[in-house]
């Protein structure tokens, strides 16, 4: 009898998490992220391994411990932080290295306005907030959602302020309490809006003439959201005083990618049930369709790329942006 494609995956992790906890397979790393500059630590850097698809998030003081198998030795991590260059290590590497350094951006580009902008607003990518059914950031086919970041392109008439985005995001509507394992009614509940809590971050950038790509951050300072659990959000950035270019701009979100932020899907097949972890928010795709698509994704190799497969069915995100002329 031949085994499923999907049973023979499963043997395989049960394989691998038995050779991560045979401590002659692994190797232990601990290294400390700073600024290039002032030697600070640099809290809460990302951590991504693309090849296993796995983030790891450094600690307040910049510090990350992890247990790698022989097996990933080999592996590059990308080490990403906002108003930071990206570097690149192999895990080989990281034996000789305490502390790693990151260059900070002296980014021109993210600029506040300086006079009053003018009364004339408009909204941009309006959405029907009550008819996306298809949501980003769920697993896929059995795979972890493959982005870091997800962004939606809008196009201005002229230069001016970005005054709010609403975002579209997934939720259940009823606050029903569930139990944690129904085979224990004893076991701890949790209420569904609860669950789906989240917080992440805002990225907006300019677009490279060349590419059309997201490229330069227009915001310098972090800006996180959290703990909505609505099923459109929508965020005053008035305070941060952010100019767009005329043409086109980028508004993108960034997952947080903690255990606050964690939800897991459960799969069966033939008898077999496992879990895959995303990451909230799970944010609307748009049931308005352009004439091209305007949807990219930050890859774990720190590379953005068109989401190809939502088209031609669908164009957009549910994500809107006011602007002040």
Known sequence: MKLSTTLILLLLAIKSNAQL???????????????????EPIANALISNPFERTTYLADKDGTLN???KNDFIQDTLYITKQNYFTKKICLKNLNNEKLILLSPKNNSTAKKIQQKPGSKSVTLNIFERNESNHYLGLSYQLQPFAFLQVAQKLNTIAEGMLNSITLGQLVFLNDKWVLENPRYPDSRSHSYLSMQQCSFKLRIYSADTHTGLPKEDLCNEIIEVKNFNNRNI??????????????????????????E??????????????NITSYRPFIGISTNEGPKLNVYGLTFFDKWEPLDNLSPDFTDLTISAEISY
Do not use: C
Not at 261 to 274: G, P, Q
């Open 21 to 39: 906890n045979d401590t002659t397979h692994v190797e232990r790393f601990s290294f400390t992220i700073i600024d290039s500059l002032n030697k």
């Open 66 to 68: 992890l247990i790698v």
């Open 261 to 274: 932020n964690m939800s897991k899907t459960t799969y069966n097949d033939e008898s077999i049930a496992f």
């Open 234 to 259: 929508t965020v005053n950035l008035k305070q941060y005083k952010i100019m767009v270019p005329k043409g086109d701009f980028f508004v993108a979100v960034e997952w947080i990618r903690n255990d």
